[in-house]
């Protein structure tokens, strides 16, 4: 016998939540329980190594009818546990959420409004955000750079609370693509997107797993996974240094050939050298990134290994 398909499914990613998990559960649960919907909460456990994962066995012990539990092998990154989290998802809409109560549970209810009066992807925007003046500056940087290269239109990126129809839902499961920048994927295959204001706080507990280093990293994907604009502005940047490069080859000869060879500019000369080379290694690298993904692609090594299931059988007594 299949179980029923709730109305409501919540995806949360875990790694290393220990701390955040209690307290994350009593408001989590509460303010499910209050819109009196069907639902279930998928948590995937991406390899946590403190007591994250028998904190989830625990809670699906509790709540095991509106809880499943995917536990990975390993730690594969947030992005293929949300992708795992889609894909065991069976409600009609399908809220995404960080385990650090950054964004409030109670904010479900406003997303839950917006898919049910009919727009099928519902992106949201963090108002008086806590994060420190540094990740703000540079999520205001990113966005600009990204909205002028690819056709990707988020206000707000690096929130994690999103609503997704079943239709966008099944769409991204679809997706074969290594990495995968979920959010940029459902805007553009949305018919009727929206995005709403949410509250945001401050991390209840813990430290946040994004170094300098992991948003670099996560917005260079994304711009790269989208457009093939920064392979043409090299390009061109490249056929325009090649036209001075010979402009000054030119000159040089006929200075040489009328004045005689000229010692003092052979510092000149350096400094374009290495100028040219820096331009050529930043070129290299870029062309790399392009063909490191497709190398990633080709050898279709899957994006997870999921070690159990922890969800409760439709004939169980308990759901």
Known sequence: MARPVPKLSIVIPVYN???VLPTLFARLYAALDALAVSYECVFVNDGSRDR??????????????ETRV????????????????????RGEYVVTLDADLQNPPEEIGRILAKLEEGYDYVGT????????????AFSRAINRLREWITPVRITDQGCMMRGYSRSIVEALNQTREVN??????????????????IAHEERFAGASKYSMYSLIRLNFDLITGFSLVPLQ???????????LSAVLVVYLALQRLFFGPQVQGVFTLFGILFFLVGIALFGIGLLGEYVGRIYAQVRERPRYIIQAVLEADAGDERA
Do not use: C, K
């Open 52 to 65: 994250s994962a028998a904190l989830l066995r625990e809670q699906f012990a509790r709540r095991p009818r």
């Open 180 to 197: 995968t920048f979920i959010p940029a994927l459902a805007s553009l295959y949305a018919m009727r997107p929206v995005e709403i204001p």
């Open 233 to 243: 502005f090299f390009s061109m940047v490249g056929m325009a240094i090649s036209l």
């Open 70 to 89: 995917v536990l990975f092998h390993a730690n594969f990154g947030q992005h293929s546990a949300v992708m795992a989290g889609l894909a065991h998802a």
């Open 125 to 136: 925007i963090r108002m008086q955000r806590q994060d420190r003046l540094w990740r703000r």
């Open 17 to 19: 939540e220990e701390s």
